[in-house]
């Protein structure tokens, strides 16, 4: 009988509900973890992740039977919950509706999990719109600026 073999890499980018700064840097490691967590639960592998203050990129080796929407969806569900339950900030935790899914080869691997990682040294030259942008252009993603996440 035959298995099903797969290579699929893809990174999710997600934004904090109006943009703002509210993932710590005292918190931001144990939510990497949680999300983390999701991520194997779901079977599939966290390959890198860094939570910023105001959006996340998490590298994934996707397995077949997940879709990058469903992986996505249950990302923020639970750790918009996670935050809540906690208790970091006052008010409501939510992550922006939608996603940006960007698929990758093995021979890109190792230097997308460096980009993931190095997202503070990055963001000091860059904001996260023209990341965001530049990413969106770079895979030939044809989009409405209306549809982007809000940029406040």
């Known amino acids: 009988m035959a298995n099903t073999y797969t290579q699929m890499y893809v990174q999710i980018v ?3 509900k109006g ?3 509210l993932i710590t840097e005292k918190n931001r490691i144990e ?3 949680y999300i983390c967590g999701i991520i194997k639960n779901k079977k599939s592998k ?14 994934v080796g996707l397995h077949p039977e997940v879709s990058v929407s469903d992986l996505s969806r249950d990302i923020k569900a639970n750790s918009s919950k996670f935050v809540n339950e906690k208790k970091w900030i006052t008010g409501k935790f939510q992550w922006q509706d939608g996603f940006g899914a960007f698929t990758y080869s093995k ?5 997308v999990i460096k980009y993931v990682l190095n ?3 990055h963001h ?3 904001t996260f719109k023209e990341e965001y942008l530049l990413m969106l252009e770079k895979f030939e993603i044809a989009y409405d600026e209306q549809y982007l996440f809000e940029w406040y």
């Open 119 to 121: 997202q503070p040294e």
């Open 19 to 21: 943009r703002e700064n």
């Open 14 to 16: 997600f934004a904090v």
């Open 107 to 111: 021979s890109q691997i190792d230097p």
């Open 31 to 33: 939510l990497e973890k």
């Open 124 to 126: 000091k030259k860059q």
């Open 46 to 59: 966290p390959l890198a992740i860094y939570c910023n203050p105001d959006h996340t990129h998490v590298l």
